[in-house]
């Protein structure tokens, strides 16, 4: 009978019946060099991961693999605190996650000092921890194994020869696993001692069947997991391979990371929640002014002066709105006749058009170049001024392309806007998202501008709130003075439980936002790198969170690429051509999906698009 190690001591598979073979309790896909890598505490992981455990063990699942190597963060410790609190055995693997997450001791040690650590871990105790491991976890990447790799799976195919222990590989490709399993039987081990983690990511069926023929297990994983659009293709998966006799050596798992200490949760701080939990307990549920409560215009028109340049009178400047879509429809009623146009460089959001269209009114893109990052040229802008006319929104930084303004641009707009008498809506809902060393300028801060900007933000992009439904118009007097009866038609005043919780978020430092910011830079990186690497264009993401991509070497549309990314790749973007025809060619792909799925969405994004090249 097979002997599993686990966390709770050796067990008999009679002892553990059914396990979910690709789980992760702790994961960390940083890199072994950043601060604060892999570090949490156990009451912390325990609080996290206790009701997910409670959960499958209610489904019949009496064990789980902790699918989490060296490289990424493994905390055999934090596994066994975890089991010990649910009574559930978890088996955790020795083994070196592939690069760049190769930690320098791996790659400066030889394979023999590999298989003596790997034998070790197997036959005594893993690092961390006073139990040994109960299995053996690897990856490679899409393009073959690396030096460090090879030697990494060579002694792996040794320490497994030795002990018996399964090995598992995080590899998309099936040619690579043909050469995985060549070198393990090389080394005197067994193909069907080797599974084949993340198999329904390689598109091609055949390559399944053949490893399946040589006896490896094939592991199809994301099966009913929320982050993956449609289990169907894995489904047909299962039953082709199934069909062809090999029904007994797929393995089917959900593949969840459930802490990750990396990956910020992307909420405000608790005493934004206790602030609006006070509100509720002290029944402050009434009508609040229709500009929203005076705390908290004071508070935006403090942020406006200290951040943005911008000096706006609380009383008669400021209107807070449920979010910045209101804020839009507001002002567009405020200052549109059915008619009337506004310009806005294109590609763009198109929330603009439909609010435009709904008024009888026009939105006229005005197309900005790959060429230039999509920064537009203010001479098209002007050729698309008509008698219609009545202002130019300007979006920095920007939704979809990722660009952001600079201030020499802007100064060339202002000019214009005061030139041909025209207003400018600022739509600055992404300020605090800027990489590279670029800046965010707003545009009632130029010079001139004061008087003809209208400035739209909102707490949902730069504090996280983005279902508390809360955003503001900064403008001067009389056009605010315009604005309210659109405003109070719609929705009187924002919510006021809402209010409070902005009010206290404005109220406070932001350096908890920080850790959020590095986060999607981190993902910002990761996306470039693995652009460059296919090698794909892509326009320079310098603020937002999106990285607007070029397709147009795949030779399909904006729109063939994302039905066929969505239905061959499980993966969702938005067609670069959303807002206006000059994104053709393009897709939007965003920073916002934590971890591990981020990761591995790049995995099969790589895969499916070197299909299409």
């Known amino acids: 009978m097979t002997r599993l190690y686990t966390t709770l001591g050796p067990k008999s598979s009679a002892d553990v019946g059914m ?23 156990a009451a912390d992981v325990v609080a996290r991961m206790a009701p997910e455990i409670e959960k499958v063990k209610a489904l019949g699942v009496t064990a789980l693999v902790e699918c989490t190597p060296i490289g990424v963060g493994r905390r055999a410790d934090l596994d066994k605190a975890v089991s010990e609190a649910t009574g559930f055995p978890v088996l955790v693997p020795t083994g070196i996650y592939r690069e760049p997450w190769i930690p320098p001791w791996a790659h400066e040690a030889s394979e023999d000092r590999l298989f003596e650590w790997m034998f070790g871990e197997l036959t005594d105790h893993l690092e961390e921890s006073d139990y040994p491991a109960g299995w053996i976890k690897l990856s490679a990447g899409d393009d073959g194994l690396t030096a460090a790799e090879t030697k990494i799976l060579q002694a792996a195919a040794r320490a497994g020869s030795a002990t018996g222990a399964v090995i598992g590989s995080h590899t998309i490709r099936g040619r690579v696993v043909r050469d995985q399993l060549d070198i393990i039987e090389a080394h005197g081990y067994r193909a069907d001692r080797f599974i084949w983690i993340h198999t329904q990511a390689e598109p091609d069926f055949q390559l399944h069947l053949e490893m399946a023929k040589r006896g490896a297990w094939i592991e199809y994983d994301a099966i009913g997991n929320p982050d993956a659009p449609d289990d169907a293709a894995i489904i047909a998966y299962i039953q082709r391979l199934t069909t062809a006799g090999f029904g007994g050596q797929i393995l089917l798992s959900h593949d969840r990371g459930w802490f990750n200490p990396g990956t910020p949760d992307f909420v405000p701080p608790d005493y934004v929640f206790e602030a609006m939990q006070q509100a509720l307990t002290e029944k402050r549920i009434q009508y609040t002014a229709w500009t929203g409560i005076p705390e908290l ?72 170049r790959p060429e230039t990052n ?158 460059d690497a296919i090698p794909l264009p892509y326009s320079e993401p310098q603020g937002a969170y999106y990285v607007f991509i070029d397709i147009r070497p795949t030779g399909l549309t904006s729109a063939e690429f994302v039905k066929r990314a969505r239905e061959e790749a499980r993966l969702v973007f938005q067609p670069g051509t959303i807002g206006g025809g000059a994104g053709e060619g393009f897709i939007r792909g965003a920073l916002t999906k934590g971890s591990p799925e981020f990761e591995e969405g790049l995995e099969r994004f790589s895969a499916f698009v070197r299909g299409l090249l």
């Open 297 to 368: 215009r004071g508070a935006i028109a403090a942020k406006l002066k200290q951040e943005n340049g911008i000096d706006v009178d609380p009383a008669s400047e400021i209107i807070v709105t449920s979010g910045a879509q209101e804020a839009l429809m507001v002002t567009l009623m405020s200052i549109l006749n059915p008619g009337d146009n506004v310009l806005t460089p294109s590609p763009n959001y198109d929330e603009y058009t439909r609010d435009a269209s709904v008024l009888g009114s026009q939105l006229v893109p005005v197309a900005a």
């Open 374 to 531: 999509f920064v537009v040229d203010v001479a098209d802008l002007e050729a698309a001024i008509t008698p219609q006319t009545r202002a130019i929104i300007v979006v920095t930084p920007n939704n979809p392309t990722g660009t952001v303004l600079p201030e020499s641009r802007l100064l060339e707009i202002a000019e214009l806007a005061q030139r041909r008498n025209l207003l400018v809506i600022s739509d600055e809902i992404y300020e605090y998202y800027v990489f590279d060393g670029h800046r965010h300028v707003s545009m009632a801060s130029l010079p001139g501008m004061r008087e003809r900007t209208i400035t739209i933000n909102s707490f949902s992009k730069s504090f996280a709130m983005t279902g508390m439904r809360l955003g503001y118009i900064a403008a001067p007097a009389p056009l605010v003075e315009a604005m309210l009866p659109f405003h109070h038609a719609m929705m009187i005043c924002a919510n006021v439980v809402t209010q409070y919780g902005g009010l206290a978020v404005l109220s406070r430092p932001r350096d908890w936002f920080q850790d959020v910011l590095k986060e999607y830079d981190r993902r910002r990186q990761l996306w470039m790198q693995t652009l």
């Open 19 to 41: 396990i979910l073979p690709h789980e992760h309790i702790f994961v960390d896909l940083r890199t072994w060099d950043q601060a604060g890598y892999a570090q949490a505490e």
